[in-house]
């Protein structure tokens, strides 16, 4: 069995029926709970992590997140579909370590001229907004 949403194979009797799609158990867990980047528990609870465990900057991060947060800063402010190219990452990998990283207080989103910017954390910039806003 394949995924509907990811294309990806599904083990038979792990697929899951949501809203008239098989979809696996990744894809079923997006569409219940999907990545949230402005989300003022999860910034107390990574900052509060982060600072207990002595991380700063990019410590502690994946290298995909690393990766992400250094071409930001290298590049920024840049666009999801600028990052998506470079990483050769999907919108959802995007969103799920943007949320990780907003949520460390490392990157943020901001419009302008109807676009959405990735940037890095300044306090007091444009205002702030989910990626996915549009």
């Not at 991060?61 to 290298?74: F, G, H, I, R, S």
């Not at 949320?99 to 676009?115: I, S």
Request: charge should be negative.
């Amino acid at each position: 069995m394949v995924c509907q949403k990811c294309n990806a194979a599904i083990p038979a009797g792990e697929e899951v029926k949501h809203r008239g799609q098989t979809l696996c158990e990744d894809c079923y867990v997006e569409a219940l709970e999907p990545p949230r980047s402005c989300d003022v528990a999860a910034v107390y609870s990574a900052k509060s992590a982060r600072k207990a465990a002595g991380q700063e900057g990019t410590d502690g991060l994946t290298d995909l997140q690393k990766d992400l947060y250094n071409y930001v800063q290298a590049e920024g402010p840049v666009t999801h579909d600028q990052i998506m190219q470079k990483l050769s990452i999907s919108r959802l990998q995007l969103e799920k370590n943007f949320a990780v990283l907003r949520h460390c207080e490392l990157l943020r989103a901001f419009r302008e001229n109807g676009q959405v910017f990735i940037t890095i954390w300044t306090e007091g910039g444009p205002g702030e907004m989910q990626l996915t806003d549009r």
